[in-house]
T-cell receptor, first 112, second 113 residues
Framework: NAGVMQNPRHLVRRRGQEARLRCSPM?????VYWYRQLPEEGLKFMVY????????ESGMPKERFSAEFPKEGPSILRIQQVVRGDSAAYFC??????????FGSGTRLTVV | AQSVTQLDSHVSVSEGTPVLLRCNYS??????LFWYVQHPNKGLQLLLK??????LVKGINGFEAEFKKSETSFHLTKPSAHMSDAAEYFC???????????FGTGTRLKVLA
């Protein structure tokens, strides 16, 4: 049973481009969470999704950020028109119920 | 509101000596508490978790933590540090039965030869 798979591991984008981060949850897990880790900080909650539903997006920036978890395929975190301040590590976690996470290895986004 | 305070941003110990990483929490309800470790450019690995069973929790790699409600603390310890323990450690709190984790700012452990 593979763990939570995130890709790409590293992503470099120029300012103004779009970034797409993918997360495939563990088999049997229908709950997905995204967290962001800014340099020298702890992780901060962004969004909680179940299949085809956003349950809690209270940690998402109001603009340029969106997330989805379609019926088929991975969860996607999308950042439009990236800025330098978006440079961070983005972690996805999944769980079979609404607690008891397994984290992925993260995607490190660098905006140049 | 929940919060977590990791009292030391950096800790240095010599190999073979004890490790103590301190964590205090604030939670309105019965908390779940966790310690995660993050090696450089790696993901997060769960070391141990407390969910209102035994107050002394044993984790992987010889780590353990004690839940002290009266002190609102959940300090992480290990009797003898190994070079491979050098990493960043995060204390995490969530209200039992909820999904949102609150992370501390981390403690970077350095192990000296």
């Amino acid at each position: 049973n593979a763990g939570v798979m995130q890709n790409p591991r590293h992503l470099v984008r120029r300012r103004g481009q779009e970034a797409r981060l993918r997360c495939s949850p563990m088999k049997g897990h229908s709950h997905v969470y995204w967290y962001r880790q800014l340099p020298e900080e702890g992780l901060k909650f962004m969004v909680y999704l179940q299949k085809e539903n956003i349950i809690d997006e209270s940690g998402m920036p109001k603009e340029r950020f969106s997330a989805e978890f379609p019926k088929e395929g991975p969860s996607i975190l999308r950042i439009q028109q990236v800025v330098r301040g978006d440079s961070a590590a983005y972690f996805c976690a999944s769980s079979p119920e609404a607690e008891g996470y397994t984290f992925g290895s993260g995607t490190r986004l660098t905006v140049v | 509101a929940q919060s977590v305070t990791q009292l030391d941003s950096h800790v240095s110990v010599s190999e073979g000596t004890p490790v103590l990483l301190r964590c205090n929490y604030s939670s309105s309800y019965s908390p779940s508490l966790f310690w995660y470790v993050q090696h450089p450019n790696k993901g997060l690995q769960l070391l141990l978790k407390y969910t209102s069973a035994a107050t002394l929790v044993k984790g992987i790699n010889g780590f353990e933590a004690e839940f002290k409600k009266s002190e609102t603390s959940f300090h992480l310890t290990k009797p003898s540090a190994h070079m491979s323990d050098a990493a960043e450690y995060f204390c995490v709190v969530s209200d039992t039965g909820t999904y949102k984790y609150i992370f501390g700012t981390g403690t970077r452990l350095k192990v000296l030869a």
